[in-house]
């Protein structure tokens, strides 16, 4: 469940990266995390992202980053990005590794006569120095990301113990395929702006903020003690998780015990989000607690 110290001579790091990126934080904690980003240059690229993401760039000056997400015409999530300005007429977008593809390619779609460049940037992420803070969007909101050399490893099973043990959600593994941008906890809160211009997907995103309901589906990371703990070690997730009835109720897909604690994350349907004593599978324990 600890994190690694690695540490990178700063004069291999990837050039193309600017700001923040351009050399290693000497004598830091630093963590790899599965991240990638894209490099976007350009006269328009500030105005064209504006149009595409779901915060307002106005915002970025003073914020030093932003959270973000992606959407598609009619409003389903395509992925979360952490913005970022290394220079002018520069922005980084950093996204899930496993979500860089889908990101250039959505980008791609409506860069039409726009003075931008979308390139993909070759290097490793780390967060940097976080003293362990728990978050939902953990790492794209730490406190500070920085890039070094990529790596070659891309297992994920250390990751996952320690996001999970972060309480943090990994889209690419947690999400279902389709997903609103209120069924994530907390990136209504600090990825959406309700004041700036048009960006695409908008009509969906605000309706279902001025409505309020809860969204059909909903992603989740909840953490509770149970004495059954030894029990939910010896499951292996992907889960169904299902009613005493038997109906499917959404599907586990990471899972952590640590003693008498277990942290589980996945996706749950609207109907069941509140309702505690849940199980994966006819054999489990019961979920002492709702999955939102």
């Known amino acids: 469940m600890g994190a690694s110290n690695i540490d990178h001579d700063s004069s291999t790091a990837n050039p193309s990266l600017g700001g923040r990126g351009a050399s290693m934080t000497p004598h830091a904690h630093r963590i790899p995390v599965p991240l990638a980003a894209l490099h976007v240059t350009g006269a328009d690229a500030r105005k064209f992202l504006q149009g595409q993401l779901t915060n307002d760039l106005d915002r970025l000056e003073r914020a030093g980053h932003l959270i973000a997400a992606v959407c598609t015409p009619d409003g389903k999530l395509v992925t979360i990005v952490r913005l970022e300005s290394p220079g002018v007429d520069q922005l980084h977008l ?10 250039l390619g959505r980008l791609n779609r409506f860069k039409l006569r726009v003075k931008a460049e979308l390139e993909p940037v070759d290097a490793q992420w780390f967060v940097v120095d976080d003293d362990d803070v728990t978050s939902p969007l953990w790492p794209l909101d730490a406190r500070h990301l920085e890039a070094g050399p990529p790596a ?3 297992d994920l099973t250390a990751f996952t113990r320690l996001r999970l043990a972060r309480s943090a959600l990994h889209l690419p593994t947690d999400a279902p395929p389709e997903l609103l941008v209120a069924g994530v906890p907390s990136l209504v809160d600090q990825g959406v702006s309700f004041t700036k211009g048009c960006y695409v997907g908008q009509e969906l995103v605000a309706r279902t903020d001025s409505r309020g309901a809860p969204p059909p589906v909903s992603v989740f990371v909840v953490r509770f003690t149970s004495n059954d703990a030894p029990s939910f070690a010896a499951l292996e997730p992907p889960l169904l998780i299902t009613t005493e009835d038997g ?11 640590n003693g008498t604690d277990v942290i589980l994350s996945g996706w749950v349907k609207r109907r069941w989000f509140s309702v505690a004593g849940l ?6 324990p019961a979920i002492p607690v709702p999955l939102r």
């Open 279 to 284: 199980r994966l599978g006819p054999s489990s």
């Open 247 to 257: 109906d499917t109720a959404g599907e586990a897909r990471g899972l952590l015990t």
């Open 94 to 103: 950093i996204t899930y590794h496993e979500h860089l593809d889908r990101l």
């Open 152 to 154: 070659a490893d891309d």
